[in-house]
């Protein structure tokens, strides 16, 4: 039982971040429909920013994400204005090499820039934990949990309520319809790829405590946003969230009960199952 | 007609001075350069760099040709052919991974091309009686027999938990571990594969705490390494010892950790404190261009790239010789004694002496065999502080 419950919590802790990540890339891919391939180097990016204002001005990992956010935002902004307007129109697959040489530029500057070696950013309650009932939960991830459920929750408030949320949710829903009814869809696609580019790097910024970091380490996430996009269903915010958690405890539980070479496995079946019964994923509306 | 008299007459001018230095040699070099395996690349490359100074110091003019394989043995199968038709490299070395070392062992074979393995330590690799594929490095199951050989020696463990990465090194590792705690009379309560690069162990290892194992095993790579540590500490996992098969227990990054890397022990190829001959100026040499502490990797590389240079040149480039020499030979460097030679159904397998480090206040201290000690073990762990 404890086994259970420790692989359950450890799994809806790391869940949490996987869901920032996904979010990021459904905001993305619901007002542009261009599927960003250097969502995990953009992740990586923050992970870099985060390490060096560790380092070098000894900012704490948690509290350097207000400077983060911003910065990843104008970063993305700018990715936005320069490179992905300009092939908007274009076919899908010349997006995608877009995306992917924009990743593969990302990760092999920063390896040009800071070598390729792995840096472990030790901060004095990196491994500690404590615990509940005989289950260790650790204290880096529950922090970053929260900060997730808190970003989660403004986030969800600047869509629903806010003039530009909602611009950009109409963006999302018919982006011609929007243009007609007076939008600026240019600059709603800029803000939506600065938010999932901030919303990535915060991701990065959130977990560099818990992992490591080198130029490669976006790959990984880069799949793993990409299935829990389409799980959740692909625009769908509530849905990344949903299926962020739901691949955090797959993969744990999976790991305990089949041996963890296997819970990839389970990831996978988890998510052929859910696309043969809802093909539009979970919270997915039917193909636009 | 006239263009290619006038071609031989050219290439007869080009090559007759180098044939009368007889010093000119061309070797590949399959590295993992870029990829998730970089860092341990790294150290390897710089081993293969001191290396061409000391040949030029000996009159061998290497022109080296390097290929990247990412880490993916698809890619080193490529290089490899591209090294063995186009380039006409007398030999290769490399690549460092166990799986793209595997995958090109077949082919050297078939383009009749001298291989010599600086580490990958998957023990199929020379266990396929393959006559063109050399290795310096001992196997993965010395990595296990020697670690479990010190923890037999300094306790009375009973049971053992092994973690490994579900790559080739990995899975090779953690069964030779198996094997041999079975003739040592360890219990094996636990084995866990895993895929690297995953955030979270720790319901792997809050499974393997609940086993209380006196011993945890584990083959990982650079990042994993660290990562595993750390959590089993988080969880607080405390066996009578800690064994890191080698690769990412041995390097710098991970001693440099010293709230979780105090008192794991490593097996390692090669430490820099080892009274192998020239083994020290190498650390020293290393440490001086460098900037870093060489791993048991750079060292590899660099004996490697000595002796198939050296061979090379002596056998003007042919290949036959070459094999031929590789196999009679005899080194005596900063790897200690080398020679291929076929034992236990190995082929072409230099019987290497593996040994334990420890890491000491983060730094890797050879602890084991007793021949080449430099500081006393702690053992068993004395717990988390």
Redesign the interface.
């Known amino acids: 039982m404890t086994i259970f419950l420790q692989s359950l919590i450890s799994g809806i802790l790391i869940g949490g971040v996987y869901a920032l990540i996904g979010i990021g890339l459904t905001i993305i891919f619901g007002v542009m429909r261009v599927i960003n391939f250097a969502h995990g180097d953009l992740l990586m990016v923050g992970m870099y920013g985060t390490f060096y204002l560790f380092t070098l001005f000894n900012i704490d990992p948690f509290i350097s994400i207000v400077i983060t956010m911003p910065l990843m935002f104008l970063y993305g902004g700018f990715l936005q204005k320069v490179f992905i307007n300009r092939i908007l129109g274009a076919l899908p697959q010349n997006q995608i090499l877009l995306t992917i040489g924009m990743g593969l530029i990302m990760s092999n500057g920063i390896m040009l820039a800071f070598t390729s070696d792995y840096k472990i950013l030790s901060t004095d309650y990196s491994s500690s934990s404590f615990d509940i009932l005989g289950i260790s939960i650790s204290t880096p991830l529950l922090i970053s949990f929260a900060i997730t459920a808190g970003i989660t929750v403004v986030l969800y408030w600047f869509l629903l309520k806010t003039d530009t949320g909602q611009a950009i949710r109409a963006t999302a829903q018919d982006r011609e319809a929007a243009q007609l009814m007076g939008i600026n869809v240019k600059r709603m696609s800029i803000i939506a790829f600065g938010l999932g580019a901030s919303l990535a790097g915060t991701a990065g910024a959130l977990i560099s405590p818990t992992y490591y970091i080198f130029p490669q380490v976006g790959s990984t996430f880069t799949l793993k946003a990409f299935v829990i996009t389409v799980l959740g269903g692909m625009g769908s915010i509530v849905g990344a969230t949903l299926g962020g958690i739901l691949i955090g405890v797959a993969e744990s539980i999976g790991g305990v009960y089949f041996g963890s070479g296997w819970k990839e496995v389970v990831v996978f079946v988890l998510f052929l199952l859910v696309l043969l019964f809802k093909p539009s994923g979970l919270m997915g509306k039917s193909n636009t | 007609m006239f263009g290619k008299i006038q071609a031989t007459a050219l290439a007869l001018i080009l090559a007759l001075p180098m044939a009368a230095q007889a010093a000119k040699v061309k070797i590949g070099f399959v590295n993992s350069i ?3 395996e ?2 341990i690349g ?1 150290n390897l490359t710089n081993g293969v760099t001191l290396a061409l100074e000391d040949l030029k110091k000996k009159g061998i003019d290497v022109e080296l040709v390097k290929e990247d394989d990412t880490g993916k043995p698809e890619k080193s199968m490529a290089a490899f052919e591209k090294m063995a038709t186009r380039d006409r490299v007398a030999g290769i070395v490399g690549p460092y991974s166990s799986k793209c070392a595997n995958a090109i062992a077949k082919l050297a074979e078939k383009y009749k091309t001298p291989l010599l393995i600086p580490v990958a330590s998957k023990e199929e690799i020379t266990r396929q009686n393959l006559k063109w594929t050399f290795r310096l490095s001992a196997t993965t199951y010395d990595y296990a027999t020697i670690l479990l050989d010190m923890a037999t020696s300094l306790g009375k463990p009973r049971t053992i938990a092994i973690i490994n990465e ?1 790559t080739d090194f990995g899975t090779s590792g953690a069964k030779s571990a198996k094997d041999y705690a079975g003739k040592k009379g360890i219990r094996v309560v636990a084995e ?4 690297p ?8 290892l ?2 393997i705490k ?1 086993k209380k194992p006196d011993l945890v095993f584990m083959v990982s790579y ?2 994993d390494a ?2 595993l540590m ?2 089993s ?4 996992i405390t066996p009578q010892a800690f064994l890191g098969a080698g690769a990412g227990f041995a390097t710098v ?1 991970f001693a440099k ?1 010293k ?2 890397s105090s008192n794991v022990f490593s097996s390692t190829q090669w430490t820099g404190d080892v009274n192998w001959p020239g083994a020290k100026e190498f650390n020293r040499r290393y440490i001086a261009k460098f900037g870093k502490e060489p791993t048991y990797h750079a060292a590899t590389a660099y004996e490697s790239m000595m002796i198939m240079a050296e061979t090379a040149a002596k056998a003007g480039g042919n290949q036959e010789k070459i094999r031929s020499a590789l196999k009679s030979g005899k080194w005596n460097g900063i790897m200690g004694e080398v020679k291929f030679a076929d034992y236990e159904g190995y082929t072409n397998q230099n019987k290497h002496q593996m040994l334990v480090e420890q890491i000491q206040n983060g730094v890797h201290q050879t602890v084991y065999p007793p021949k080449y000690v430099s500081k006393k073990p702690v053992y068993p762990f004395p717990g988390w502080r």
Do not use: F, H, M
């Open positions: 870029t990829g998730p970089a860092p790294e579900n866990e594969a895993y895929a690069g995953s955030p979270d162990y720790r319901s792997t809050t499974k609940s650079v990042a660290i990562l750390r959590q500490r988080e969880i607080g990054s950790e709230a979780i």
